[in-house]
């Protein structure tokens, strides 16, 4: 089992920064990578970022890669979202999540999920 802990969200103003925080616990040495997703009012949650647990291999979508870094801790206990520039579309809850093997995009290879945090972006 694996213990997932986010927080670091709030609400900004756009164009301001926030940074998320995960805290991983439990057997956190099986992990094949950490992601975060994202889930709007009235949309399906979609992936948003993503780093590989060994090594420091890290995945964006297209619609953050520019303006948001994943990194974790050398301790691997904690992975942290950066988010820059932050815009109304934006405004969701941010989860974290665990994968213990299978594509890094895809939500379904994710295991373990944390409870959410909320980000509101305002104009």
């Known amino acids: 089992q694996v213990q997932l802990v986010e927080s670091g969200g709030g609400l900004v103003q756009a164009g301001d920064s926030l940074r998320l925080s995960c805290a991983a616990s439990?057997?956190?040495?099986?992990?094949?990578?950490m992601g975060w997703f994202r889930q709007a009012p009235g949309k399906a949650r979609e992936f948003v970022a993503a780093v590989r647990w060994s090594g420091s291999s890290t995945y964006y979508s297209d619609s953050v890669k520019g303006r948001f870094t994943i990194s974790r801790d050398n301790a691997k206990t904690t992975v942290y979202l950066q988010m820059n520039s932050l815009q109304p579309e934006d405004t969701a809850i941010y989860s974290c999540?665990?994968?213990?093997?299978?594509?890094?995009?895809?939500?379904?290879?994710?295991?373990?999920w944390g409870q959410g945090t909320q980000v509101t972006v305002s104009s």
């Open positions: 999540a665990c994968s213990l093997s299978g594509s890094i995009y895809d939500q379904g290879s994710y295991n373990y």
């Open positions: 439990g057997r956190t040495y099986n992990n094949h990578a």
